[in-house]
């Protein structure tokens, strides 16, 4: 069975970082694009970033490009966001996913997916 597990969450003062990490155990989703979802209270689960099985391409969502970076490393089968000049609006629970379709935005393409890690930014 495939595990995704993440952990990094916290609570940070708007304009810190976080690194969020997602470790796969009890398989390998080494031949899977990954990517990160956030979901806020009351909303919609949002796409965050994703990152080819390669990783040599990574997509963001608008509001987090040139603030968070996606990133793997296969020798520790993890998954990384770190994330940078956070503000309150990025507080949400954050969700790894594994994908054998693609690095795609639409979370129905991610067949596996972690417990999630809340992160909250206050002002």
């Known amino acids: 069975q495939g595990q995704l597990v993440e952990s990094g969450g916290g609570l940070v003062q708007a304009g810190g970082s976080l690194r969020l990490s997602c470790a796969d155990s009890g398989r390998t989703f080494a031949g899977y694009a990954m990517g990160w979802f956030r979901q806020a209270p009351g909303l919609e689960r949002e796409f965050v970033a994703a990152i080819t099985w390669s990783g040599s391409s990574a997509y963001y969502a608008d509001s987090v490009k040139g603030r968070f970076t996606i990133s793997r490393d296969y020798a520790k089968k993890t998954v990384y966001l770190q994330m940078n000049s956070l503000k309150p609006e990025d507080t949400a629970v954050y969700y790894c996913?594994?994908?054998?379709?693609?690095?795609?935005?639409?979370?129905?393409?991610?067949?596996?997916w972690g417990q999630g890690t809340q992160v909250t930014v206050s002002s």
């Open positions: 996913a594994a994908s054998n379709v693609g690095a795609t935005m639409n979370a129905n393409t991610y067949g596996y």
